[in-house]
Each structure stands twice: as C-alpha cells, then as structure tokens.
C-alpha cells in the first residue's frame, strides 16, 4: 500500500511551552504495526490481483501473437504479415491502454489505495495530535522524512501505535515472551536493468508494505536499515557479512536479504532468510517473475513461505 508523504503527520500544534517541545514519530513502524493497515493491504492486494492477471492475460495474447507471426514468417505473404503486424500492434494498445487505467497515476488502482488510506490517515494524524499534546510538543517531526538525528527521549512512535491498536484489544505477549526481530534489506542488483529500475529498493518496499500481517515478530523499521547503512557508507551491493553486522547492531534474531536481475519484462530474484547469530541460512527463494506486474504478488507469497519456518 503506498504510504502517502508524512507532511500528514508533521503536525503543527498551538500549544504552551514546555520543556521538550519538538518530537517526532517513525511513520514507517507506524504504517506496520498498525493493524488496521493489515485488512486494508489485504483488500488491495485483491483488488491489484483481480487485475494484474487480466492484465498477463492480455500480454500473453501479444505474446502468442508475435510467436505465430514468428513461426509462419516463411510461409507468410506480404500483405498477411502486415495484417499480422497491424494485430500485433492492436493488441499492444489495448493492452498499454489497461495498464494505464488501472495502474497508471491517477489510475483505479491508486484510486482503490486512496478511499482505503484516508480513513487510516485520519486516525494516523488524530492519534498523533492526541499524544503530542497529552505530552505536552508543540511540533512533531516524522523521522523518516530526512531527520538525520533525534534522541529516544523525543520519540512518540510506542505511543501512537498503542493509542491506535487499542481498538484491537490489549497488545501483551504472554508472559515471558519477547518479540523476536527482523530487519529487511533491499536486494542487491545483479545487473543494470535492475539498477536502473532500482529494483533493489522496490523489493524492500514490497516486503515492508505486508509485515504487519506478522504481529509475532517486530520488524526494525526501512528507516533505520537505510539510516544504519548510510552510516556505515554500505551501497546496495553490500556483502552479507556487513548485513549481518548491522542486524547485530539492532539486536536482530533474523535478517531477509535478496539478489534481483531484470530482463526486458522478466525479473528474477533470490530472497533469504539468515539466522544472525548462528550467522547462517534458514530458507532460501528462488524465483522467476514472467511480469513486472506481479512482482508484489511473488515477494508477498515468498516472505510468507518464509516466516512459516521460524514461527
């Protein structure tokens, strides 16, 4: 689900002065672990899927196409392999004209994520408004909107996520039981196609858009992963010694780690899971996307088969 710029939650309040007026909140764990956004990825996700198979359907018509006009180019005359090529060229429309309805911007798909997010989001900025002046700031800053540095002492996010999940009943594990933790790195891009489609990136985005369907374990938020790995000047084609380094430093029981290639319209990708202290593979994915389209779909099925093995 796209996460709608946090000027949302840059909340300006007319309040009095006190001794810490500045906070801010990380609206990346916010969008995660509020469960609300759990039935409303779900309602997108099926939504995009009912359309993104018709969407394979009629590029595998092309598809077909251009192999019969490949197949009969010997047999074929002039004017028939014109009529061919008029066909395929037909169908390219159609097909471009539904990507554009339904995927493009302003598209029913963005459409859909619009009438699902709005109500999240004035909970989201309500919930924020309420915690900052129970605690007395006067401005609250979201922390993965450029804010390079901020004490601990100023964060609200715990308080937002519980003021916002108490509708859903009380949030304790049971005794004893502390959450396990997960830090998601984006894919390492294995050639220039997916580096110019910045693939890497977009993997990590798809896999943190459904985490909040995992409420057994937390998840460090994509802020502080970036954060961590700016840090240490570490780029996408990081090695998995420095991964596992940075999931030491947040304390982390397990990472997710991939490796993406692009070609032409086919992606193909290997998603992991590492056990950081034994420093080790749990599971591995490997798998081939005939269309871009439904690469959400791919990662969102494989990080399931995934946290399946350590829960």
Do not use: W
């Amino acid at each position: 689900m796209k996460k709608y710029c946090l000027a949302l939650l840059i909340t300006f309040l007319a309040l009095y002065a006190a001794e810490n007026t500045t906070g801010f909140v990380d609206s990346d764990r916010i969008f995660n672990e509020y469960q609300a956004t759990t039935a409303a990825n779900i309602e997108l996700n099926d939504f995009v899927k009912t359309y993104r198979d018709s969407a394979a359907i009629l590029r595998q018509q092309i598809d077909n196409l251009k192999a019969e006009l490949n197949d009969q180019k010997l047999m074929l005359s002039e004017e028939a392999r014109l009529r061919k090529l008029d066909e395929i060229e037909a169908q390219t429309k159609i097909y471009k004209a539904f990507l554009e309805e339904y995927f493009g911007n302003g598209g029913k798909v963005e459409q859909k994520n619009d009438v699902l997010m709005a109500p999240l989001l004035k909970k989201i900025n309500d919930a924020v408004s309420k915690i900052a002046q129970q605690e007395g700031f006067a401005v609250v800053f979201d922390l993965s909107e450029n804010v390079f540095y901020a004490s601990s002492e100023l964060d609200l996010t715990d308080l937002v996520i519980d003021e916002l999940n108490l509708e859903y009943g009380p949030q304790t594990l049971p005794t004893g039981e502390v959450k396990k933790q997960i830090a998601i790195f984006p894919f390492r891009e294995d050639n220039t196609e997916a580096d110019k489609a910045d693939l890497g990136e977009r993997c990590q985005d798809e896999l943190y858009k459904i985490i909040s369907v995992f409420s057994k374990f937390k998840f460090i938020s994509k802020s502080d992963v970036k954060s961590e790995m700016n840090k240490r000047h570490i780029g996408l084609n990081f090695s998995d010694s420095q991964a596992y380094a940075i999931g030491v430093y947040f304390q982390c029981n397990y990472i997710i780690v991939g490796r993406v290639t692009k070609q032409a319209s086919k992606i193909d990708y290997t998603i992991s899971l590492k056990d950081v202290e034994k420093n080790q593979e749990i599971d591995k994915r490997v798998t081939m996307v005939p269309d871009e389209i439904k690469l959400a779909e791919f990662l969102n099925n494989d990080l399931r088969a995934l946290i399946e093995k350590i829960q």
